[in-house]
């Protein structure tokens, strides 16, 4: 059994529809020898003749009268793959599974996540918010997002901000009462969320 190229079965239909090589070549962008080496391989691969052609016509043989409705669906399949993977690179669909701290979850992540969901309706989001971490072994996950550095090296992680900074702030009746600290160490001794 020979192999038979798309591209030929695609050259031969587009030759049937716009009447001779030259002009099928032109709409492929391909030259006018090409299209007609391409019918001849299909052609030597069917072990039969596609076309009838003379100096100055060319028409579908009986073989290729009955050979040209299934080039159309060979084709016509080829197309709709085309489209259906077009179509899944656009659209995700199917559950995504997250977890995020409480804090951001509740402050930063489900607006973000409901606009998310509306661009993408075929997406199943389920949200797991929890300050405790994670066990992607034994918990169905797709992504976490956590503060702080990785406990686990065999993880994959990537920064979602860079040069995060933190910001202290305190109530100047607290800072008269306590002081102010000077170094990271001195929170330490201090009443503070952290």
Known sequence: MKMIRLDDVQIFVHTVDYGSFSEAARQLNIAPVHASASVQRLEKALDTRLFTRSTRSMQLSEAG??????????????????????????????????????????????????????????????????????????????????????????????????????????APSYIERHGAPTKVDDLRRHNCLR
């Open 65 to 170: 009268e009955r050979y040209l409705p299934h080039a159309r669906v060979m084709i016509g399949a080829l197309e709709q793959g085309e489209q259906a993977l077009a179509n899944g690179r656009v659209a995700l669909s199917g559950p995504l599974r997250l977890s995020a701290p409480s804090d951001f979850g509740r402050n930063l992540l489900l607006p973000w996540l409901d606009e998310f969901q509306h661009l993408h309706p075929g997406l199943s989001l389920h949200v797991k918010m929890s300050d405790r971490a994670a066990d992607l072994i034994r918990q169905p996950l797709d992504a976490v997002v956590r503060y702080g550095t990785l406990p686990d090296s065999s993880l994959l992680a990537m920064k979602l901000v860079e040069n995060n900074r933190r910001a202290l702030c305190a």
